[in-house]
């Protein structure tokens, strides 16, 4: 079976994934033990799919591209970009069509596929029928405004719940499935 391409995210309560700026400081809060199943999910992926942006966001706050995709880790980091990165030992950058390049990976041998975000990223595999399921983690704040989780696109995609989960501390867990669209049927005329 080839990989699965997920999509495992936080939301606002709102359908934000990061401030208008791509501040993400609500989300630094008390976590439970198990830090709401994302230890068991990193061991279920060996890809890691970047946006442009959020990579640059999360080098900023790291310190670096170095803290964030540590050469030595067996987690392969793609940065789906227009314009090449920094040189970055554990980061590929990937200017191609996104068909192709979610092909390339499902044919190679390994764990599933995370798309870490943001909103353009996920629209664009999203809009190429190129993402299984979505894990969101609704956290219990209003934003107001921000980044939303999927960059306005012309498409309508159904979702098939596969779980939900709640903690004490409000936040809730989404689990779907893509539904995949079939293609429309060519209908013939009837003779009245």
Known sequence: MSSKIIVYI?????????????????????RPAGDYGMAQFYKSIDTIIWGRKTVDEAIARTGG????????????????????GPDSPGLEFINEPVEEFAKRLRAQPGKNIWIMGGGGVIGSFLETGEIDEFVIHVIPILLG?????IEPRNCTTQLELLEAKNWP????????KVIRRQPAKPRSLSKR
């Open 10 to 30: 936080a939301t606002s309560a709102d359908g934000y994934i990061a401030r208008p700026d791509g501040n993400v400081d609500w989300l630094n809060r008390p």
């Open 65 to 84: 591209a170095g803290a964030l995709a540590n050469p030595r880790s067996k987690i392969k980091n793609y940065v789906m970009s227009h314009r090449p």
């Open 145 to 149: 405004d921000g980044i939303p989780l």
């Open 169 to 176: 501390d409000g936040v809730v867990k989404l689990h779907y």
